[in-house]
């Protein structure tokens, strides 16, 4: 069964501070793969997301991440966070199948102090 | 209209009580999806609808009863539910026509409280 594993569960980062997060997917055919951010009080909003090509996906609020194949992950980047940074992110995998159904990561919590 | 909505916002019941929970989209998505969240938890999948036809139950408790009448509009009805099914209830839609886009946009949920 597909899986994913997010390996930071709490972050503590002081603003301007540089962010990865990791994430790492079980290996299951075609590979589509989103972050998703979680505001306090917020409904879950798509970060970005990969399909195929260039494997350095930009998306909004600054954010980027990179596919790497050989080691089945998908990091989640920015250079300089800012106190509105503070969130909680999901990693997840487009489960097998036509459903579209989503595989979730246990989420990381970011906290960004000013 | 790039938007997922969800009514009510909150909601407190007794066990006893019957209530529904309702998304709607206006975007044109034929999959629908119900997701159940507990805080710091990730959203569990609860149910799918592919073109308002029921794809996926998760084994869900039959408390739980969806309903999609049409393209546009899904309803989670609920009953006799228990304390532990206290969590925020999300909705969500995707795009099925196309180029295949695996996306959800997801509602802002409802925070269902069971006494």
């Known amino acids: 069964a597909q899986s994913v594993s997010q390996h930071n569960h709490h972050v503590i980062l002081s603003e301007a501070a540089s962010l990865e997060l990791g994430c790492n997917y079980s290996y299951g055919g075609t590979v589509n793969l989103f972050w998703y951010v979680q505001y306090p009080g917020q409904h879950l909003q798509l970060l970005l997301k990969?399909?195929?090509?260039?494997?350095l996906v930009k998306g909004i609020k600054g954010f980027e991440a990179e596919f790497i194949k050989s080691k089945f992950s998908f990091n989640l980047r920015k250079p300089s966070v800012q106190w509105s940074d503070t969130a909680e992110y999901f990693c997840a995998v487009k489960g097998s199948g036509n459903t579209g159904k989503l595989i979730f990561g246990q989420g990381t919590t970011l906290q960004v102090k000013p | 209209d790039t938007e997922v909505t969800q009514t009510p916002k909150h909601l407190v019941m007794g066990m006893t009580n019957k209530k529904s929970l309702k998304c709607e989209q206006h975007m044109g998505h034929r999959a629908m999806y119900w997701y159940k969240q507990k805080a710091k938890k990730p959203p569990e999948l609860m149910f799918v609808y592919s073109y308002e036809k029921l794809s996926i139950n998760e084994s869900v408790p039959s408390r739980f009863s969806p309903e999609c009448p049409n393209s546009s509009l899904l309803n989670l009805h609920l009953h006799a539910l228990q304390p532990e099914d206290s969590a925020l209830y999300l909705c969500?839609?995707?795009?099925?026509?196309?180029?295949?886009?695996?996306?959800?946009?997801f509602g802002p949920g409802t925070r269902l409280t069971v006494t």
């Open positions: 990969y399909f195929s090509g260039d494997p």
């Open positions: 969500a839609s995707r795009l099925i026509a196309g180029v295949p886009s695996y996306e959800q946009y």
